[in-house]
């Protein structure tokens, strides 16, 4: 249905901002807050001109208070709206993680139902973008490893603009991460109009069955043209946007690694305890049969992502970091 | 600041009671109510037949003036560990507290009529959701108030501060309540802060703070009172001050002989808030002995009827634990609970 749907061509940005204008719209209970997000729309302009269209009780800035936040939006929340906190970058919600795993990914269970938090809490993420410290920050491990809460990272403007639109209809609270790199990095046709991608969904955006790249956000681009070079030596490969971190799509992933036999995952955070171990957990686990050769991560390193940009790319995985594990598959 | 009293620590009125006659009983009993629960509670731990449990003792009015001027279906109700007297008061019945603080998570929700969050254990973090949840009632176009409590050490968190600017920026109808019972555990209250009355800060968010007699009953309800009718006009939120005393150890586990006076703790129970509102009441002729023996009679009968509602309440099952992270039993969850079903 989707399919036939008139497109435009949006960035990432542009496809957030109009998901956020049809959920305002749609629901009166959606507010949309934070630092910045009203009079200026966001320092990405991700809620640009929205605080115009919907007033102050709807759109409006916060104190600079990341706790304050997400406390706050919990409250909202629990009284019945649907809350839309953007905290100003990933790597800022650290003040805040007492309120998500104290209370935001605990609060059905903690009143055994009594109170829900369908609240989204969007942050961009990530590098590439040379930015000062905490800002390149790759959280999502952290956020993954909280019980009770949804970790989406959309990797284009068309899966953006569904997948938050699904993550606010939601009836649990969801972490919504946007790779900055990606924000003006891609254009893509977007459908118009209201629509939603399911939550919990992996998708593969490359067929191949030499091996499975396994990734996600700002990685898939990466990805992508890891797997374009290697396509030009006939070594066809497999890319699987993970998408929804939390719950993971594991059925998507053992089907690929079934298919490939060889598995390479690949994060731009820190690699010690990354998500990405996860995925190569699950796969020992539950998919260890099909495999030819060991799962091998790339990663971030083990280090605070680099404050000083001009080596920040030695930091963030990039294509031929991503090549040299998929040689290493292929060659056990 | 001025400290609110209506009665002197012996009880009699200091001047003319705002309250009339039957808030007065009606005070009394929810005070002797809480201390009734309070003291079977401990019973009910050295028993073994409840985990561990945060009196309140010494605290009864300065919990049970604020909760009195709450509406469970309407207002909102988010207190930390210490305030069962509270909880009680706003409606919570009393087998679900006792289930409550057997960790039964039979206990763990409040009915649909009783908006009250489950205890918070953290400190200091329901303020800045209190803050919320009482600007949502703004936004939702009602007239509803939310009350918090903390006590003088939780202060001192991020959260407090975060919450009351909150509450003060946006005009938040709340009430954030202070016991200031003069210890954290073991830590005094002049380690804690350097500021001499809480309610000072107040000023810091250009919200009005008010200093009450904790353990004076009269003093508290009116003092919250006023402070729900400004929330309810729509002027905001109020800090409220209450100098009390927990004259009951921190928890069920602790012993504050290794941090305090017996001293200190008797000269506090020369003003316990029931003494001085039941000589208020004989004062004023409201009150007899064979009242005070019919009422200890009544909430004894109340309490044992709910002491065997909650031995009703099923066991929790294993399976439970993986129950109510999502509303929709997502595949993790979903696994685990297939495996301990297959367990029992
Ligand atoms: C964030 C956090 N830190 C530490 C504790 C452990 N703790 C429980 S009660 C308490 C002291 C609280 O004192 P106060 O806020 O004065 O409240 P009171 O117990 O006196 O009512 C501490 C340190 C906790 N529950 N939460």
Not at chain 2, 83 to 95: K, R
Not at chain 2, 189 to 210: D, E, L, N
Not at chain 2, 214 to 230: F, K
Request: charged letters at 25%; aromatic letters at 8%; hydrophobic letters at 45%.
């Amino acid at each position: 249905m989707i399919a036939e749907r008139q497109t435009r061509v949006l960035n990432n940005v542009q496809a957030i901002n109009e998901a956020l204008d049809l959920a305002l719209e749609r629901d009166p209970r959606v507010v949309l807050f934070g630092e910045d997000v009203g009079v200026m729309g966001g320092v990405f302009r991700a809620s640009d001109g929205l605080q115009q269209k919907y007033g102050e009780q709807r759109v409006f800035d916060t104190p600079l208070a990341e706790s304050g936040i997400v406390g706050f939006g919990i409250g909202l929340a629990m009284a019945g709206l649907r809350p839309v906190a953007e905290i100003q970058f990933a790597g800022f919600l650290y003040p805040a993680l007492d309120q998500i795993l104290s209370h935001l990914g605990r609060m059905r269970h903690r009143t055994r139902g009594r109170f829900s938090i369908p609240m989204v809490i969007r942050a961009p993420y990530g590098g590439g973008v040379k930015t000062p410290e905490q800002h390149a920050d790759s959280p999502e491990a952290i956020l993954a490893h909280v019980p009770g809460v949804k970790v989406v990272i959309p990797s284009s403007p068309e899966r953006a603009k569904g997948l938050l639109l699904a993550a606010i209809e939601d009836p649990d609270p969801v972490f919504f991460l946007e790779a900055i790199k990606l924000y003006r990095g891609v254009k893509a046709e977007v459908p118009e109009g209201y629509y939603t991608l399911p939550l919990g969904r992996a998708r593969v955006v490359r067929e191949g069955d030499a091996a499975s790249l396994f990734c996600y956000g700002g990685m898939v681009e990466v990805c992508q043209k890891a797997a374009e070079v290697a396509a030009r030596e006939g070594v066809e490969l497999e890319v699987v946007d993970l998408e929804t971190l939390v719950p993971l799509d594991t059925e998507t992933i053992f089907a690929s690694v079934q298919k490939t036999g060889r598995a390479v995952v690949v994060y731009e955070a820190m690699r010690t305890g990354g998500f990405g171990a996860e995925v190569a957990a699950r796969i020992a686990e539950e998919a260890l049969d099909y495999l030819q050769a060991p799962i091998v991560r790339v990663a971030g390193w083990d280090a605070p992502y680099p404050p000083f940009s001009a080596v920040e790319n030695y930091y963030r995985p990039d294509a031929r970091r991503v090549l040299e594990a998929v040689q290493k598959v292929l060659t056990h | 600041m001025d400290t609110v009293q209506y009665l002197d620590d012996q009880g009699k009125p200091l001047q003319d009671l705002p309250l009339s006659q039957e808030e007065l009983l009606l005070g009394y009993r929810a005070l002797r109510r809480a201390r009734h629960f309070d003291e079977r509670a401990l019973v009910l731990q050295r028993q073994g037949r409840l985990g561990v449990y945060p009196p309140f003792r010494g605290q009864e009015a300065a919990q049970v003036g604020v909760a009195l001027c709450l509406q469970a279906d309407h207002d909102w109700l988010l207190p930390s560990y210490r305030e069962s007297a509270a909880a009680l008061t706003f409606g919570m019945p009393i087998s679900r507290l006792i289930l409550s603080w057997r960790a039964d998570p039979a206990g763990w929700g409040a009915p649909p009529n009783v908006n009250m969050v489950q205890f918070y254990i953290p400190i200091a973090t329901q303020i800045p959701q209190a803050a919320g949840v009482a600007h949502a009632q703004r936004l939702l176009g009602k007239d509803a108030v939310a009350a918090v409590f903390i006590g003088d050490g939780g202060t001192s968190e991020g959260d407090f501060h975060e919450g009351l600017n909150f509450a003060s920026v946006f005009g938040a109808p709340l009430l954030v309540v202070v016991q200031n019972n003069g210890w954290a555990i073991s830590v005094p209250t002049h380690k804690q802060m350097k500021v001499k009355r809480i309610a000072q800060r107040a000023q810091g968010y250009g919200i009005p703070g008010v200093v009450v007699d904790g353990n004076d009953l009269v003093a508290v309800w009116s003092v919250a009172r006023e402070a729900v009718a400004r929330a309810r006009r729509g002027e905001g939120p109020t800090l409220i001050e209450a100098l009390t005393y927990r004259v009951a150890p921190h928890t069920s586990s602790d012993d504050p002989s290794r941090y305090r006076t017996e001293e200190e703790t008797a000269r506090w129970q020369q003003r316990d808030p029931i003494m001085r509102m039941k000589n208020c009441l004989l004062h004023l002729g409201l009150w007899s002995e064979a009242q005070e023996a019919e009422l200890t009679e009544a909430l004894e009968g109340e309490f044992l009827a709910a002491v065997e509602e909650a031995d009703q309440a099923q066991e929790p099952k294993p399976w439970e634990i993986v129950e109510q992270v999502y509303a929709e039993m997502q595949p993790d969850q979903k696994a685990a609970w297939n495996y301990l079903r297959g367990e029992v």
